[in-house]
């Protein structure tokens, strides 16, 4: 046992946990424990976007894809900066349009009550599904550390973000991801560093290596009208188009990422929160793909087996190669994206339960006891991501499953958020018909076909578009809305 590096991940741990439950004396009102009192500046809710975007499966996924394949999945990062604006010009001027807690709410505006349980209830399963594949991904990390795959220590971990989550809150959830997205960057930088100085002939060797394996392609323009062009994960038109429909799904119409746009001040805060965590987000995938390339170039020259789980290959780096101390730190950092993304998946859970849900059904509650509530359904939630993660051993490589399970979803959830934005004929049965047909077409395409993961939320989103639309021509339909979000 390396007690240095355990004594280091133990202090981070213990350290985090007691700085965001220092929020606790915050949390007077629901909007204090759902929106951080929309006090936070924007760059600290930029940086809670990408510790939100940025979870394990990232760290050790990434990687991973360097090194079993190419440089490919940059071409998915340009069509995340096509969705930002789509969502800074489509979406975000009706979210700051009075004072909403969830996504949802601008559904049940446009439609009615009965989509907002619809939209809301998906994203609660969908979230809940890709968080468990994310709590799955921590066991990855502890098995290297601890050598045993005892499923104990994810619990702790789990608890641990449950605690300060349930204490401090979405402004708890806001810092904590500020000082967690740092350190996992650091621990980035100092690991791409380790690995290049441990290669002889260094960067020079690197590139020739990996352009000699074809690993420095970027761009795949192959366009042919065949279904092979669908099974491709990153090509160009996959990434730009496949990207951007992914992106203004998860940006902007899932509580995860919407709760924190409306914890801006203001909607131009919220607007260049989501332009500068872009910029990050390019940075650090263009860094963990290179050090995918490393790793690569690493084993080659040392004839090492690769990991029999190829999303081992950087944690299992991390922790027999660097130096005792380092490994620790940067480990912790694994560790920290993931409790990053945790707590803010339990506050989006509990939040939606909450808002979309109970206060339904306790509309003369007072905020008191709906304060209590939303603390007790985000330990509910903990509980249910811990049993997800007991499931989700045999779903595949972690990055491509999380992203998978998530995209089944999000085009029902964008279809219907763009008949709600963009059309003015469409009601609230059509849309519900609408979302019913992407999500069960997004089953088959998902279990009953080869189409890669990126073309999901496209098909999803076009059939949920246009079947909405096509019923709205079938069925007359006087709106419910209290409100209209076309003036």
Same mark, same amino acid.
């Given at each position: 046992?390396? @007690?240095?590096?355990?004594?280091?991940?133990?202090? @981070?741990?213990?350290?985090?946990?007691?700085?965001?439950?220092?929020?606790?004396?915050?949390?007077?009102?629901?909007?204090?424990?759902?929106?951080?009192?929309?006090?936070?500046?924007?760059?600290?809710?930029?940086?809670?976007?990408?510790?939100?975007?940025?979870?394990?499966? %990232? #760290?050790?996924?990434?990687?991973?894809?360097?090194?079993?394949?190419?440089?490919?999945?940059?071409?998915?990062?340009?069509?995340?900066?096509?969705?930002?604006?789509?969502?800074?010009?489509?979406?975000?001027?009706?979210?700051?349009?009075?004072?909403? !807690?969830?996504?949802?709410?601008?559904?049940?505006?446009?439609?009615?009550?009965?989509?907002?349980?619809?939209?809301?209830?998906?994203?609660?399963?969908?979230?809940?599904?890709?968080?468990?594949?994310?709590?799955?991904?921590?066991?990855?990390?502890?098995?290297?550390?601890?050598?045993?795959?005892?499923?104990?220590?994810?619990?702790?971990?789990?608890?641990?973000?449950?605690? !300060?989550?349930?204490?401090?809150?979405?402004?708890?959830?806001?810092?904590?991801?500020?000082?967690?997205? &740092?350190?996992?960057?650091?621990?980035?930088?100092?690991?791409?560093?380790?690995?290049?100085?441990?290669?002889?002939?260094?960067? +020079?060797?690197?590139?020739?290596?990996? $352009?000699?394996?074809?690993?420095?392609?970027?761009?795949?323009?192959?366009?042919?009208?065949?279904?092979?062009?669908?099974?491709?994960?990153?090509?160009?038109?996959?990434? #730009?188009?496949?990207?951007?429909?992914?992106?203004?799904?998860?940006?902007?119409?899932?509580?995860?990422?919407?709760?924190?746009?409306?914890?801006?001040?203001?909607?131009?805060?919220?607007?260049?929160?989501?332009?500068?965590?872009?910029?990050?987000?390019?940075?650090?995938?263009?860094?963990?793909?290179?050090?995918?390339?490393?790793?690569?170039? @690493? !084993?080659?020259?040392?004839?090492?087996?690769?990991?029999?789980?190829?999303?081992?290959?950087?944690?299992?780096?991390?922790?027999?190669?660097?130096?005792?101390?380092?490994?620790?730190?940067?480990?912790?950092?694994?560790?920290?994206?993931?409790?990053?993304?945790?707590?803010?998946?339990?506050?989006?859970?509990?939040?939606? +339960? #909450?808002?979309?849900? @109970?206060?339904?059904?306790?509309?003369?509650?007072?905020?008191?006891?709906?304060?209590?509530?939303?603390?007790?359904?985000?330990?509910?939630?903990?509980?249910?991501?811990?049993?997800?993660?007991?499931?989700?051993?045999?779903?595949?490589?972690?990055?491509?499953?999380?992203?998978?399970?998530?995209?089944?979803?999000?085009?029902?959830?964008?279809?219907? &958020?763009?008949?709600?934005?963009?059309?003015?004929?469409?009601?609230?049965?059509?849309?519900?018909?609408?979302? %019913?047909?992407?999500?069960? %077409?997004?089953? *088959?395409?998902?279990?009953? %076909?080869?189409?890669?993961?990126?073309? *999901?939320?496209?098909?999803?989103?076009?059939?949920?578009?246009?079947?909405?639309?096509?019923? $709205? !021509?079938?069925?007359?339909?006087?709106?419910?809305?209290?409100?209209?979000?076309?003036?």
């Amino acid at each position: 046992m390396r @007690y240095l590096d355990l004594a280091i991940i133990a202090l @981070y741990l213990i350290g985090i946990t007691w700085f965001g439950a220092r929020f606790k004396e915050t949390q007077k009102s629901l909007k204090d424990y759902f929106l951080g009192g929309r006090n936070a500046p924007w760059w600290a809710i930029g940086f809670s976007i990408v510790s939100a975007e940025t979870s394990t499966l %990232t #760290i050790i996924g990434t990687p991973a894809l360097a090194f079993n394949g190419n440089l490919g999945f940059l071409q998915v990062v340009l069509g995340y900066l096509l969705a930002r604006i789509i969502i800074s010009l489509l979406f975000l001027p009706h979210y700051f349009r009075g004072e909403m !807690y969830t996504a949802y709410e601008l559904m049940r505006r446009r439609f009615g009550p009965n989509i907002r349980k619809l939209t809301a209830g998906s994203f609660l399963i969908l979230r809940a599904l890709a968080e468990g594949v994310r709590v799955f991904a921590i066991s990855i990390v502890v098995s290297i550390i601890l050598g045993t795959g005892d499923m104990l220590s994810i619990i702790v971990i789990v608890c641990l973000t449950l605690f !300060y989550t349930f204490e401090g809150g979405m402004t708890a959830v806001i810092w904590t991801d500020v000082i967690q997205m &740092f350190l996992y960057i650091l621990g980035a930088i100092v690991s791409f560093f380790v690995i290049l100085q441990a290669i002889p002939g260094g960067w +020079t060797h690197v590139m020739e290596v990996t $352009s000699a394996a074809g690993k420095l392609q970027i761009f795949d323009f192959r366009f042919e009208p065949t279904l092979a062009f669908f099974t491709r994960s990153y090509s160009f038109w996959a990434g #730009i188009l496949g990207g951007a429909f992914l992106t203004t799904a998860s940006h902007g119409t899932e509580q995860l990422m919407v709760q924190r746009l409306l914890a801006a001040k203001t909607e131009g805060e919220s607007r260049a929160a989501l332009f500068s965590s872009w910029f990050v987000i390019l940075l650090q995938f263009s860094m963990f793909l290179m050090i995918g390339l490393m790793l690569f170039v @690493y !084993y080659a020259d040392n004839g090492i087996a690769r990991p029999a789980i190829v999303d081992q290959i950087y944690p299992r780096f991390i922790w027999e190669q660097l130096p005792v101390g380092i490994s620790g730190l940067i480990m912790a950092a694994i560790l920290a994206a993931a409790m990053s993304n945790l707590s803010a998946a339990l506050n989006a859970l509990a939040s939606t +339960t #909450i808002m979309d849900f @109970y206060k339904i059904l306790r509309p003369a509650a007072a905020e008191a006891h709906l304060l209590s509530m939303a603390k007790y359904a985000t330990v509910v939630w903990g509980l249910v991501l811990v049993a997800i993660g007991f499931l989700a051993r045999q779903w595949g490589s972690v990055l491509e499953a999380g992203l998978g399970i998530a995209s089944i979803v999000y085009g029902g959830l964008l279809g219907v &958020f763009l008949l709600g934005l963009l059309t003015r004929r469409v009601g609230e049965k059509a849309a519900m018909a609408g979302m %019913t047909a992407g999500l069960l %077409t997004m089953f *088959y395409v998902k279990f009953g %076909t080869k189409i890669a993961f990126t073309w *999901y939320v496209l098909i999803g989103t076009s059939v949920t578009f246009l079947t909405g639309v096509l019923v $709205s !021509y079938i069925l007359t339909e006087k709106s419910t809305s209290t409100e209209t979000l076309h003036g």
